[in-house]
């Protein structure tokens, strides 16, 4: 695989994972070892996972680590929902839009790796 660092997926996963961060900074402090804490594991875990596996030597490899980035976005929905839910966010809507899209996209590569044209 070519640079990680060109791949819109990670682009995107990287843009999200700053604005992740930065919405946490207004969680209560109570929450800094809870949803604080896993919402920034869930969102750095994505493109993490997408710049690990384009580095593996096979694309059966790069297409699993796509698939753990998938499964974190799928987390950090999940997490998105409840910060929501608590009334710590009013971004869920913008952020699911990009979670969505970021999922749609990992899941394309996957495809792509695992049964290229």
């Not at 009013?90 to 792509?112: F, H, Y």
Request: aromatic letters at 8%; a positive charge; proline letters at 3%.
């Amino acid at each position: 695989m070519s640079d990680y660092k060109e791949l819109i997926v990670w682009q995107k996963s990287i843009v999200l994972a700053k604005e992740i961060y930065m919405i946490c900074k207004s969680f209560p402090r109570d929450e800094i070892y809870g949803l604080t804490s896993q919402m920034k594991r869930s969102v750095i875990s994505i493109p993490s996972n997408i710049a690990e596996g384009s580095c593996r030597s096979t694309k059966k490899d790069f297409a699993h680590f796509i698939s753990i980035a998938s499964g974190s976005a799928a987390e950090l929905e999940t997490q998105v929902f409840l910060a929501d839910e608590l009334n710590f966010i009013d971004c869920s809507k913008s952020l699911n839009t990009q979670i969505i899209e970021i999922r749609k996209m990992l899941t394309s590569l996957r495809k792509s790796l695992v049964n290229p044209l």
